[in-house]
Structure formats: structure tokens, C-alpha cells
């Protein structure tokens, strides 16, 4: 409880610090992109944290966060591009709605227990094109035609535009966050993970699967389709084809397979590192390595870091941290490159930080044995 | 654990020193520091620094053998302008990313290009869907917009846009009539007609109108002058199985195929319908690419738009017809397969031309003034005079000709006076 109560208030305390940062770069005259590049994360974090509320806890591999994202997405098109709702009026039932898509489905696919495994993964991944095709059908929706969002005023007190982005998105990844991090905290998470590594034994030692399953995937949904209710404006002209591409549920697995599954954390480090790289490959004119460097990072650090980055750093915090500040200091003394460079450098040292096998590294530093009170172990270590 | 302490403390140390260090440092790279940061208050200042354009167009995805012409046209137009002097006295660079055809990488490449790279100047992607999020970006940024290739033409409102296909705010109306119009030049005009046409936005403005309104479009205006719609297909953008449409065409059998499609679509239909044996007795293309349906079977006889080609009179003029060969063998070099200088590369080159003319006109980079500057000038271009009209959202008229491919070349046929001597619609 104590433990709750502490990491609550770090949650609160890094929301208020976020908070101020537009305040921030106003006062700093911090280069606009500063902020575009922070919501953008914080898009990406919400979307891997949500997908990993129901596959990396529950074991249920999902295709379907590019629906959860497009019906989000749609939601606020329809609503406050073409019906003209406000756009704070709409934005609940972008999460909504993509939460009543996803129990619909939960419903069908819980119940049946051989659309198990790769059947879920399939199912969940025809879901999106079948709301694709919906929305290219109906020109309430979409029809093909796209939809505008660039006319859609929003509230004065949010400020503007990239404050504005800024601040939205920041709320609804924090709600994720903890939402993640109550779910793992509590006896849903462990029958989650109880699922994740043998649902019959989990039944039969009495966790409601159903239940549990359906919880995750509504969580999952929700906070999918609540973010693509924001990113709707960010995109701003929305089409069927663009958003519900495979690159969001693509990106999503791999942000959260590279930061580790087993923990609400590691999609968070995955999808700083993936979109940083990304966002830098851009940056540089090499968007078309971009996938070229992902594949191979991807299949090396599965190789090398099963469990995933975050579980690997944490081993070696106190390291990792001295790093990751080593080199943003260094980068800002010898380098006079923009702070998202520098801080892909710090990134980029969290990874070679991971990198070192576990054998080496106790070798380097003699690391003491886990005592039997460290527990959690048997959660976080990697399937056999 | 000795060792431990050892590696945590070196580090810590190296970072402690580093924290210090950094401390007693300036950091040059995150303040704005030069006018370049700020870009609606840059000047015009003397400068050895070039003048940087920043852009994406569809390097990849379904839209990239068409947005290759429009980046061989833009590396000549920087290559020629650079050669007379540059740009306010100093030489211009274009920053042309990848936006992969999607709308939502364009939205972020202008906002990285504006906001993270402090471009000077930003000249508008290729494609409706790209062109329609960048928009919303500069709008945001107040960045002067010329774009070539839009076609939702109702629904640009913001006033510093400045469309270079000059179709008319109303082309979903005009357009087709001019197409119509052809039709009835020749003497042989159509009792039937079929309609296949791509859901991608911009050929769905033209199919149909825009959305909630009852304005109609080519459908409704074929209706209007009694002939008989015997077709109407509407397929996914990323259709790649032509055959069950082939099928379609081939028993409707319509007088007279409108097929409001862009890129290799025409292509692809043209080669299912082949593999059926059925020939269009008469086609039309919105957007095609333009070398792969001349290189299409049974693709003579096809029609399409047009406000430029290779051919008198638009190369009457020295100048034009210098551009027409330099793009000629700048396109062969990037192993472009059609390589004439075409209604593409054309409204490419006049929003080079609207862009460059804004900045000299206002002697300044300032957005405001290039843009009250192009709102009250008009400006010469290869495709003739644009005025842009505020009162049609600085549309300027449709000036859409008709170009057919006859004797396996794309020649102007419609109006007369614009059309290659001696040549008129075949149908």
C-alpha cells in the first residue's frame, strides 16, 4: 500500500512537471518543435501502454489497435469535423466507442475458446479492416471522400494549438500510465499474467478469465481510441487508408516487444527509444532506413535482450542513470545539436547499457546475488 | 561489490564533472539564434546563407511515380534560379522529404521543417491527402502555401494558399463539362456512359460533389446532358485486382469510359480489360501518370486533363521550350520513363514560379508580406497569368484543356486554340 501510495505521487509529481513545460518553452523560447516532438511520444507511449494492458499481461496477441485508433480517430472526425460538436464533447466518446467496438468483440472471442492464439491475432486484425471498410461504405462516416479536421476550433483555456496538443495528450497518457501500473499493481494483474502463462491453470486456481480478459481488452480499446480521438486533429486531414494502416498496430508491438512486455514500464522505454530513432532517421532525410535500422535493432535485441529493455536496465539503474546524464551533459558541453538529439544519444547509451549480457556485466560489476525478499521475479522474468 | 562502487562512483564522478561543466557552458544549439528561427519575422537581410524551401512529396507508396516528376521539375527549377542569381541574392536549397503518400508523415514532416529545421520558405507535397494535412500546418505556422496538386478544391479556406492546377473552386462542375464539351466537338458525342471511378477523395470531389452538398459532379452532369449512365464502380485506392472491374466495363459496354482514377490506375484497368479482350470505344483518365498509359494496351484514343504539354503552342515561347528539353533530359537522367515536360511538371514549375515571384515581389521573406504581395499581383507562370481571386479561394477559373493520345503521344485536342495545330478529339 505504502508502495501504491509512493508511486501515485511520483505520478502526480511527473504530471505537474510535464504540465509546466509549455509554460516552459514559451518563457525559454524553446524551439516549437520541442513540444511537437513530446506529444507525438506521448502518443506513441499511450498506444503501446494501452496494447500492453491486454497482450503483454494477459498473453492475448493483438493486431487490433489500428481499430481502436481509427474508430478514435473517426469518432471526433464525424463528431466535431462534420457534425460540429465541440471538440471536448466528442473526444469521451472516441474512447468510448472504440471501447463498446472492443467489448463487442471480447464478447465473441473470450466466449469461444478456440479463437485462442494466432485466431485472436487474426480476429482482432480483420476487425480493422472490416471498420475500414465500414468507413470507406458510409459517407457519414467517411466514404471516401477523407475528412477535415482543420476547421475544428478548440477550447481557449487549452491555448494554442501545440500547447494545446501538448496538454491533451499529456492528461490521457498519464491516465494510461496509471491505469497500467493499477492494473499490474493489483489482483487483475495478477490474473492477467496468471492467464498469460497458463490460462486452464489460471481457471482452474479461480481467476475469472472472462472477466479479467475483457477488463484488459476494454482498458485496452479505451485508451487506444481515446488517444486517436486527439490525433485526429494532429492529422488533419483523416482518410480511411491512412489510418487504418498496419503502422500503428506495427510501430505499437514493437515499441512494446523492444521495451519488454512484463512490465507496465517497458513499453514506455520502447517507445521513447523507437519513436526517438524514428523521429531522428526523419530529421536527418534517411525516413527510408528508418525500417531497414528497426528490423535489425528489433531482431537483435530480441535476441540478446529477451525480457526486454526496461527489466535489463533496471537490473542497472544506478549505471544506467549516471550514463543516460553523462551523455546528455557531454552532448550539451561538445555538441550544439538540438536537445532531441541529445537526447537520442542518451537513449542510444540505454541501449548498449542493455546490450551487455548479463554475464558480462556481472563480471564488470560484481552485481550481488537477488535476495529471496526481491520478489516480483517470477512475473517479470522471460518466457521459457 | 567492490568494483561495483568503483564503476558507479567513476560514473557518477564523470557526471558530476560533465553537470558542472555543462552548467558553466553555453548552449547554442536550442536558442533560437539566428532571424531563420523565427520564421514569420525573417528578413530579408544580406546573407551568404541560402534560402531553404522545405517540402515532402510521395518519394514512396502509390503515389511516388507521379511525385517523381514533380521532384525532377523542382531540382530544375532550384538548378535554373540558382544559375540566374538565386533568390533575393542568394542561392536557394530545397529540403524535399519523403512523406511515404500518407497524409499524417506530411503533417509532420511541415512541422518538423517549420518548426525544428526553421526553413525559410515551404512549397506544398504532391497529392490531395498530403496536400490537404500540410496545409493545416502552415496555416497554423502562417506559412505562405503554393501547392500544384489539390483538388478538393472546396474546402482550402486558408487565405495564404495558392493552388497552381488551375481547375476552378468549382471543378467538380467545370472539369467534367470541359471533358463533356470535348466530347460534343467531336461530332460524336456518347449515348451512354460508364463511371469508374478511385475513392480517394479528390476523384470522389469529382464524381460526386462535394460531401452534403447537391451540387453533383461528373455523374450528375453527364445525366444533365441526357446520356445514359449505364456504370458506376467506385473501388478501394489500393485496389490491385482489376478484373472483376474489367469485367464490369466489359458488359455495361458504355459509349464513352470516364474513369476518375490517377496514377497507373488507368494502366492496370487498360491491361485487365485487355486480358477480356474488350477495347473502351472511348476513355478518359483524371490523373493519370502519363507515361504508363501511353505505354498501356489499347490505350490510343484515351483522354485526359491537361494545362500544359510538350508540343506548340505552349512551346512557342523560347523560354518554355529551353525547360521542355533541360526537363526532358534531367527526367531521363533520374530514369523517369516519360520524360516530357507535362501538366505535372508544369503546375510544379508555376508553384516554384508563384512562390519565387511572392518573394521577390515583397523583396522579403516575410510570410505576411509574400502573401498579401501574390493576394494583390498577378504573377506570370509557364501555364499563363494567375490572379489569384480571394472570392474563390484564391482559385483562378478553370483552364483545364484536353489532351488525347494519338499516334501513341499525348496531344492537346480541345479547346481549338489551344489545341496542336490540326489536331481535334477522336472519338
Known amino acids: 500500500m505504502k508502495s501504491r501510495r509512493r508511486a501515485l505521487t511520483g505520478f502526480a509529481v511527473a504530471f505537474l512537471i510535464l504540465l509546466a513545460v509549455p509554460h516552459l518553452a514559451e518563457r525559454m523560447d524553446w524551439p516549437g518543435f520541442y513540444l511537437t516532438f513530446m506529444f507525438t511520444a506521448f502518443f506513441w507511449i499511450t498506444q503501446s501502454s494501452s496494447w500492453n494492458m491486454l497482450t503483454g499481461y494477459s498473453g492475448y496477441f493483438s493486431f487490433g489497435q489500428g481499430a481502436w ?156 481510441g481515446l488517444m486517436g480521438g486527439v490525433w485526429a486533429l494532429q492529422i488533419g486531414f483523416v482518410t480511411v487508408e491512412d489510418v487504418f494502416s498496419i503502422r500503428v498496430p506495427l510501430f505499437v508491438i514493437l515499441m512494446s516487444v523492444l521495451g519488454g512486455t512484463r ?76 536537445m532531441v538529439w541529445k537526447f537520442l544519444w542518451a537513449l542510444l547509451g540505454i541501449l548498449l547499457m542493455a546490450l551487455i549480457p548479463d554475464r558480462a556485466w556481472q563480471k564488470l560489476a560484481l552485481r550481488r546475488r537477488p535476495t529471496p525478499s526481491e520478489s516480483r521475479e517470477d512475473r517479470e522474468t522471460v518466457d521459457a | 561489490m567492490r568494483t561495483s562502487h568503483k564503476l558507479v562512483r567513476l560514473l557518477a564522478l564523470l557526471f558530476a564533472f560533465a553537470l558542472v561543466a555543462a552548467a558553466c557552458g553555453d548552449d547554442e544549439g536550442d536558442a533560437p539564434t539566428t532571424t531563420a528561427d523565427v520564421p514569420t519575422e525573417t528578413s530579408a537581410a544580406p546573407s551568404e546563407d541560402p534560402i531553404v524551401v522545405g517540402g515532402s512529396l510521395a518519394l514512396t507508396g502509390f503515389l511516388a511515380p507521379t511525385a517523381a516528376i514533380h521532384k525532377v521539375a523542382g531540382e530544375l527549377f532550384v538548378e535554373r534560379l540558382n544559375a540566374a542569381g538565386g533568390l533575393l541574392g542568394r542561392d536557394v536549397v530545397w529540403d524535399v522529404r519523403d512523406d511515404e503518400s500518407t497524409p499524417d508523415q506530411a503533417a509532420a514532416i511541415y512541422e518538423r521543417l517549420i518548426t525544428e529545421e526553421n526553413v525559410d520558405l515551404v512549397l506544398g507535397p504532391y497529392g490531395t491527402g498530403t496536400i490537404t494535412a500540410a496545409m493545416a500546418v502552415a496555416e497554423r505556422e502562417g506559412f ?73 459532379g461528373a455523374v450528375s452532369e453527364a445525366k444533365k446532358r441526357g446520356w445514359d449512365v449505364v456504370l458506376e464502380i467506385n473501388f478501394p485506392t489500393a485496389t490491385s485486382d482489376w478484373a472483376p472491374i474489367a469485367s464490369q466495363v466489359a458488359e455495361a459496354d458504355p459509349d464513352f469510359l470516364y474513369v476518375g482514377a490517377l496514377g ?47 508540343h506548340p503552342p505552349y512551346t512557342d515561347d523560347p523560354e518554355a521550350a529551353s525547360i521542355v ?89 480541345y479547346p481549338p486554340e489551344k489545341a496542336l495545330p490540326g489536331a481535334t478529339p477522336e472519338l
Open chain 1, 69 to 224: 485508433f481509427g474508430v478514435g480517430v473517426y469518432t471526433t472526425a464525424v463528431l466535431a469535423g462534420k457534425q460540429g460538436w465541440s471538440f471536448l464533447a466528442a473526444l469521451p466518446l472516441a474512447g468510448f466507442t472504440a471501447l463498446i467496438v472492443g467489448l463487442l468483440l471480447g464478447l465473441v472471442v473470450f466466449r469461444l475458446r478456440s479463437l485462442g492464439g494466432e485466431i485472436f491475432a487474426l480476429t482482432t486484425l480483420a476487425v480493422a479492416f472490416v471498420l475500414a471498410a465500414i468507413a470507406r461504405i458510409f459517407a457519414a462516416i467517411d466514404g471516401g471522400r477523407g475528412a477535415f479536421m482543420t476547421s475544428v476550433p478548440l477550447p481557449e483555456f487549452l491555448g494554442e494549438f501545440r500547447p494545446a496538443m501538448y496538454r491533451m495528450t499529456l492528461v490521457i497518457m498519464m491516465l494510461t500510465l496509471v491505469t497500467a501500473y493499477l492494473i499490474y499493481e493489483s489482483r487483475l494483474g495478477w490474473g492477467l499474467f496468471a492467464i498469460r502463462d497458463d490460462e486452464q491453470v489460471a481457471r482452474g486456481l479461480g481467476v475469472p478469465t472472462f472477466r479479467y480478459k475483457m477488463a484488459a481488452l476494454g482498458a485496452n480499446a479505451f485508451f487506444g
Open chain 2, 264 to 310: 497507373v490506375d488507368g494502366p492496370n484497368l487498360l491491361t485487365a480489360l485487355d486480358a477480356i479482350n474488350y477495347t473502351p470505344k472511348g476513355h478518359f483518365y483524371q490523373w493519370p501518370a502519363p507515361g504508363p498509359l501511353l505505354g498501356a494496351p489499347n490505350a490510343d484514343g484515351a483522354m485526359s486533363v491537361t494545362v500544359f504539354e510538350s
Open chain 1, 263 to 338: 512490465h507496465w514500464m517497458g513499453p514506455v522505454v520502447g517507445s521513447l527509444i523507437i519513436f526517438t530513432i524514428v523521429d531522428r532517421f526523419n530529421s536527418a532525410g534517411f525516413e527510408n532506413f528508418n525500417q531497414v535500422f528497426i528490423g535489425s535493432l528489433l531482431i537483435l535485441l530480441v535476441l540478446a535482450v529477451r525480457e526486454g529493455i526496461y527489466l535489463r536496465i533496471r537490473e542497472r539503474w544506478v549505471a544506467t542513470a549516471s550514463l543516460f546524464g553523462l551523455i546528455i551533459a557531454a552532448s550539451v558541453i561538445f555538441n550544439s545539436s538540438s
Open chain 2, 144 to 216: 505562405v502555401f503554393p501547392h500544384h496538386t489539390a483538388s478538393l478544391t472546396y474546402a482550402y479556406t486558408y487565405a495564404c494558399h495558392f493552388p497552381t492546377w488551375p481547375v476552378g473552386v468549382d471543378t467538380n462542375i467545370s472539369n467534367p463539362n470541359i471533358v463533356y464539351d470535348a466530347l460534343e466537338a467531336s461530332g460524336n458525342p456518347p449515348a451512354t456512359i460508364g463511371f469508374v471511378l478511385n475513392e480517394f477523395p479528390g476523384t470522389q470531389l469529382i464524381g460526386y460533389g462535394p460531401p452534403n452538398s447537391d451540387a453533383g
Open chain 2, 325 to 413: 528539353d533541360e526537363f526532358a533530359a534531367k527526367a531521363a537522367e533520374a530514369g523517369i520513363p516519360y520524360t516530357l515536360f507535362d501538366v505535372q511538371a508544369a503546375t510544379s514549375w508555376t508553384a516554384w514560379q508563384v512562390l519565387t515571384a511572392g518573394v521577390a515581389g515583397a523583396g522579403s521573406l516575410d510570410q505576411e508580406e509574400i502573401c498579401d504581395w501574390l493576394l494583390n499581383n498577378p504573377v506570370e507562370t509557364i501555364i499563363g497569368t494567375i490572379d489569384f481571386d480571394p472570392a474563390q479561394q484564391n482559385y483562378y477559373g478553370d483552364l483545364s484543356v484536353i489532351k488525347q493520345i494519338q499516334d501513341g503521344k499525348w496531344v492537346v485536342v
